[in-house]
């Protein structure tokens, strides 16, 4: 998010960037949507382990990433209400309408690799929240 230019305000960008942090948010970028749509999207760290390995850990892990992604969703709303934003939707880690994907790749949060999203750091052990305003 540090080298985007776009028309959102750097002290609004820098604001979600530390309630991202104190929310565990390992990964943040952001894109410009068409019809003056901004998106901005998480990685929240979350091993990626096949379910029936250890079912009662891996829901667990989860849940928790799913609290945490809308804790944070919560307060990125809030903040983009004072700054005047009134158009603002958010998808978490659970939502079943659209793909968070093509627009995590398009972010920089990583890049496909047999459907799935790799990062160079976190490979594919990251879920993806994202909060979109206009």
């Known amino acids: 998010m540090e080298g985007v230019v776009c028309v959102v305000n750097r002290t609004m ?3 979600i960037k530390q309630i991202s942090i104190a929310n ?3 990964l943040r970028g952001y894109v410009q949507l068409s019809d003056g749509v901004h998106a901005i999207l998480f990685g929240h760290y979350c091993k990626n382990t096949l379910f ?3 079912l009662f850990k891996v829901t667990r892990d989860v849940f928790r990433v799913n609290q945490l992604a809308n804790r944070n969703l919560r307060q990125i709303k809030k903040l983009l209400t004072k700054y005047g934003y009134r158009k603002i939707w958010t998808k978490g880690v659970f939502s079943v309408y ?3 994907r093509p627009l995590a790749v398009a972010a920089g949060l990583g890049h496909w690799k047999n459907g799935m999203v790799y990062n160079a750091k976190y490979g594919p052990n990251f879920l993806i929240s994202g909060v979109f305003f206009k």
């Open 13 to 15: 960008l820098a604001q």
């Open 24 to 26: 565990k948010v390992i």
């Open 52 to 54: 029936y390995y250890d």
């Open 98 to 100: 659209g793909d968070l």
